[in-house]
């Protein structure tokens, strides 16, 4: 059985600009990809902002809480973190 790896959530940037956040896990990896109005084309997202990667890591809780994804995966998103943003507290 094939486990759905893609989770989004909408955040607001800098300007007060609503902004659709995708995140799909491919190879591995959790890449990120935003939209800005619907229907326009989904931009990959190089560097994703800290507060993509914890809405990133509360979107895997919950879901590991309904076994929508295996456990260790909140794991890997926390050490995907903390490699990319060193010293962050996340409990």
């Not at 229907?39 to 990959?44: A, M, R, S, T, V």
């Not at 995907?80 to 507290?89: A, E, L, S, V």
Request: aromatic share 10%; hydrophobic share 30%.
């Amino acid at each position: 059985m094939a486990i759905k790896s893609e989770v989004g959530w909408t955040r607001k940037n800098e300007d007060g600009v609503k902004v659709e956040i995708s995140c799909r896990r491919y190879g591995g990896e959790w890449l990120f990809y935003q939209q800005f109005k619907r229907g326009e084309d989904w931009e990959p997202m190089k560097n994703p902002p800290l507060e993509d990667w914890l809405g990133l890591l509360d979107t895997v809780r919950r879901r590991i809480n309904r076994r929508l994804l295996p456990p260790d995966e909140e794991v890997r998103v926390k050490k995907m973190i903390y490699d990319r943003y060193p010293g962050t507290k996340l409990d």
